[in-house]
């Protein structure tokens, strides 16, 4: 007689059928509850280790990670060659190279270290319930998203010397805002001295470790409320006083965005609206406030000088061979040698 089938087959139905039982078992239930409690038990063994490590070091340390396949040393050496620049081009409070300290106000208000050597991003402890947003405005900081392969290919022969040269960001835009009115017209030290003054009599104090570090930075609403006299008697022309609180009150109201991914046309139609804002101070707001890589501040005295060039139209025409990547242009001209 022949029979159907292979012999597996039969052999298959009687693992099955075993395994459906077992399953079923009581025994199989705690089992799956044993591997729980050892999963919980591993979870709070670690939030242990935690809490000892962060009772000693109140700092959690995070790594940045960037998806370019190119190193890093370019940005870091332009963030050493503009050292005075760091507090104001990057809104961080202190300087203490290699690596710059800023405060947080998220919720709660505390520190922001980055070592930019070793790309880490260290975060007070009490910002872990706000870690998320923290550490997306520390990407956009140090423009992580950027691709400088692509850039580099459409600067050709400008992108050379330094590869890999990102454009900072922001990790709040009214401060980058508020820091680039209030340097006009003044020294880079000047500037520094007096954005100090402005967080020390508006911001809200923070105890730190850390000289330098003693202020969170005002919010937009609170410059609002003040008066143009208040601001200007801590050292500056009263027009631009106005200037700061017409920002202030703008972006206080919605009426400006000053992130990433904001309409960039209007914008700046609403920046160059404000008193004491021209196209200068606009387009580098965009360079670093909207994280727009097409900003172009052709007006800039660096600049110009770079390209050896004293008429503000012959740079913007100039500025046509590297778009949309002018924010990276900019960038590799003010870390080239001048013209004469």
């Known amino acids: 007689m022949r029979r159907e089938g292979s012999p597996w087959q039969g052999l298959g139905v009687v693992v099955l059928k075993e395994l459906s ?31 000892e490590v962060t009772a000693e070091d109140p700092f959690l340390f995070l790594r940045l990670f960037t998806t370019a396949r190119e190193p890093l040393p370019s940005f870091v050496s332009f963030l050493g060659f503009l050292v005075p620049l760091m507090a104001i081009g990057l809104g961080f409070d202190a300087v203490d190279a290699p690596s710059s300290r800023g405060s947080v106000a998220l919720g709660v208000s505390e520190t922001l270290s980055l070592r930019l050597g070793d790309w ?8 872990a319930k706000v870690l998320p947003p923290v550490l997306s405005r520390a990407k956009a900081l140090m423009d992580l998203a950027c691709h400088p392969a692509e850039v580099a290919r459409a600067l050709g ?3 050379q010397a330094h590869p890999g040269l990102r454009v900072p960001g922001a990790f709040d835009g009214f401060e980058v805002a508020v820091r680039a009115i209030l340097g006009q017209l003044i020294s880079v030290a000047a500037a520094r001295t007096l954005a100090g003054r402005f967080a020390a009599a508006f911001g809200d104090p923070l105890a730190t470790p850390f000289d330098g570090l003693r202020t969170v930075f005002p919010t937009a609403e609170r410059i609002a409320d003040a008066s143009p006299a208040q601001v200007a008697k801590l050292g500056m022309p009263s027009a631009r006083a106005r ?98």
Do not use: C
């Open 21 to 51: 039982d077992h399953l079923a078992s009581a025994r199989m239930r705690v089992l799956e509850w044993l591997v729980v409690l050892t999963a919980l038990t591993a979870v709070y063994g670690a939030i242990q280790q935690i809490r």
């Open 243 to 340: 200037s700061v609180i017409a920002l202030a009150r703008a972006v206080a109201g919605g009426h400006l965005e000053l992130v990433p991914n904001a309409d960039i046309e209007a914008t700046l139609e609403a920046l160059r609206a404000l008193p004491g804002v021209g196209e200068w101070t606009a387009q580098y707001i965009a360079m670093r406030a909207l994280a727009w890589p097409d900003a172009f501040p052709h007006t800039d005295l660096g600049v110009m000088r770079a390209l050896g060039e004293s008429n503000p139209k012959r740079v913007l025409a100039a500025g046509e061979a590297w778009r949309p990547w002018r924010a990276y242009a900019v960038m590799h001209l003010w870390h080239s040698p001048r013209k004469e």
């Open 120 to 127: 880490f991003v260290s975060v007070s402890a009490s910002l």
């Open 157 to 159: 022969a400008l992108a």
